[in-house]
């Protein structure tokens, strides 16, 4: 048997394990509470709870309690050891009242238990876990366009929930999933959003959404409770750009429904002072403006000026969706590519903290846009490639990436899960003896010519593509 295949072989029987082992529910306790997601915080510290609860009535204090995975007893949830975080509640308009909480203090690198008010003071849900990760060197994972309900809602449902599973474990320890927008197809649908939340696996780690163009709605709001949203900011009725820091690591997520480039510039501006210390700069937002396709008039005019806001803030990296067609480009400043990977030199003695295949990161922004993460819809790319691609992928199977951030790099991993082959993987660094955007340029084997097998899925077909919108 082949390394590969072993490989393979390995993934599929830790998945079949995987999902023989008891679900991440530790006790039941009252069933009425759904649409259960985390968002980071505004550090590492917090995290923002939102539930719903299903029953008519009021919740007198909605809450979180949260205590350490390691004061569970078989008695259940230790009441006794636990902090609870009482927060706000809206009704929603079909007798569902929407619930949001900020839990702090937390700690790194430690397992904690939660449960969500349920109802009436001294009802509770099922209990929870999860765990806070080591800030310093940690994972995240990138996915885009779950869009559920644009095939099918439980055939998307079903996509959605193999693809979380197969990522998370490829990265068990991932600190949150980044998603790159348009969770629902519809946005207005609660059904939908019903089968979005639904998914074990989003009870257990933070997730980081954006507003996509389907999910530009009031109801997205009612679901999400963002860090440092800024309703000045790219607001639309979904909500505005919001930020967090996580280690070493600022991520900026903009609402790009919102062409207010003078209010995303500010936010950006704001948001890159107060944490000048930060690593990496990181932007998140739907509409990608390096995609596969020949650029529309619309795409050019974002590309053009928040372009000049990433170049100007020194953003690291940009992470999209909406073309459900995966892309990597080379670094790109102002609307030019800068050192093309093909111009950069070998060099034979790489300091020894640069991983083998690694770029150091010139002046230049590194944009990626994720494929569906779902499988719920797939484009074809344009039949011309563009200078700026470095890589590009329609495979017509659910894709994610594995993000993994220490100090000085940041790799991308992009899979395909049915095989789960690796389909796109670069390292760039900022060597801690450089700048953050130093001027020594370098490169040896990027780590896709080492993964060549993934080009036999790059599609060159027919042009056009028509944007979902
Ligand atoms: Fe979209």
Redesign the pocket.
């Known amino acids: 048997m082949t390394l590969c295949r072993l490989g393979v072989f390995v993934f599929f029987a830790a998945l079949a394990i995987a999902l023989l082992l008891p679900a991440t529910v530790l006790a039941t306790e009252t069933p009425d509470v759904s649409n259960i997601v985390f968002t980071p915080g505004r550090t590492e510290n917090e995290l923002n709870f939102t539930w719903q609860t299903t029953r008519r009535g009021t919740v007198s204090e909605p809450g979180v309690q949260v205590a350490l995975r390691s004061d569970m007893t078989d008695a259940g949830f230790p009441e006794d050891k636990s902090l609870t975080f009482t927060g706000k509640s809206a009704a929603l308009v079909d007798g569902r009242t929407s619930h949001k909480a900020t839990v702090s203090g937390l700690a790194p690198s430690t397992a904690y238990i939660y449960r969500l008010g349920a109802g009436q003071t001294g009802e509770w849900s099922d209990i929870y876990e999860f765990f806070t990760g080591n800030v310093e060197a940690y994972s995240a994972l990138l996915i885009g ?1 779950v ?1 559920i309900g644009a095939k099918d809602i439980n055939d998307d449902v079903a996509g959605w929930r193999d693809t979380l599973e197969k990522a998370l474990l490829i990265a068990p320890n991932a600190a949150f999933i980044l998603s790159a ?2 969770q629902v197809q519809t946005s207005s649908s609660q059904d939908e959003y019903d089968g979005f939340f639904s998914p074990a696996p989003m009870k257990n780690l933070p997730f980081v959404p954006t507003i ?3 999910d530009n709605n009031e109801l997205y709001s009612y679901h999400f409770n963002v860090p440092n949203e800024n309703f000045k900011s790219g607001a639309t009725a979904a909500g505005g750009n919001y930020y967090f820091t996580y280690g070493n690591s600022l991520f900026m997520v903009i609402n790009s429904n919102s062409l207010n480039y003078w209010q995303h510039a500010a936010f950006i501006r704001d948001a890159a002072r107060k944490h000048r210390d930060a690593r990496w700069k990181i932007v998140m937002m ?2 990608s403006i390096y995609g596969p396709d020949i650029p529309r008039s619309a795409t050019l005019h974002m590309r053009k000026n928040f372009g000049s806001i990433f170049d100007k803030y020194g953003i690291d990296a940009v992470l999209s ?4 067609i995966y892309v990597r480009t080379r670094f790109m400043l102002k609307e030019q590519v800068v050192q093309p990977l093909d111009d950069f030199p070998a060099r034979s003695t790489p300091p020894a903290e640069i991983p083998t295949g690694a770029v150091i990161k010139p002046k230049g922004t590194l944009y990626i846009a994720a494929a569906t993460s779902s499988g719920s819809k797939y484009y074809d790319p344009a039949s011309q490639f563009f200078d700026y691609l470095a890589e590009r992928a329609s495979p017509y199977v659910p894709m994610f990436s594995q993000i993994n951030i220490t100090n000085t790099s940041f790799e991308i991993i992009s899979y395909r899960t049915d095989n789960m082959s690796v389909a796109d993987g670069f390292v760039m660094v900022k060597p801690s003896t450089e700048s953050a955007s130093g001027s020594v340029l370098v490169i040896s084997i990027p780590v896709i010519a080492v993964l060549g097998a993934s080009a036999a899925f790059i599609l060159i077909r027919k042009p056009p593509h028509v ?3």
Do not use: E, K, Y
Request: hydrophobic share 10%.
């Open positions: 366009d869009q927008g348009d996509g163009n389907h739907h509409h969706g909406h073309d459900h944007v979902p919108m």
